[in-house]
């Protein structure tokens, strides 16, 4: 069962740039697809990206394209989000979510499951 420890979060401001990390212990890392989902207040959990086991192939919401990049380590068992030109709207808790092999934007294809780290990002 392999357990999630996100961090990296915090509160910036309007423009600045974030990278969480997501580390990941118990279970062959290099087998899982990686997903960092986001969840607002009073709003539902969302998909922000998505990197398959190998790092090969990568996938992003919409409203993150061009300003933020997921990668992985795998040598470290760890992935990463690299956040960029953050907005007010980016303020959430961020959470990162493995599956075997490869990534998909739907939460419920997601086994495991990290704590969650909360980015504020100010006006």
């Known amino acids: 069962q392999v357990q999630l420890v996100e961090s990296g979060g915090g509160l910036v401001q309007t423009g600045d740039s974030l990278k969480l990390s997501c580390a990941a212990s118990r279970g062959t890392f290099s087998r899982y697809a990686m997903g960092w989902f986001r969840q607002a207040p009073g709003k539902e959990r969302e998909f922000v990206a998505g990197?398959?086991?190998?790092?090969?192939?990568?996938d992003y919401a919409d409203s993150v394209k061009g300003r933020f990049t997921i990668s992985r380590d795998n040598a470290q068992n760890t992935v990463y989000l690299q956040m960029n030109s953050l907005r007010p709207d980016d303020t959430a808790v961020y959470y990162c979510a493995a599956r075997p092999i490869r990534t998909t934007p739907h939460e419920s294809d997601y086994n495991y499951w990290g704590q969650g780290t909360q980015v504020t990002v100010s006006s």
């Open positions: 990197i398959s086991w190998s790092g090969g192939s990568t």
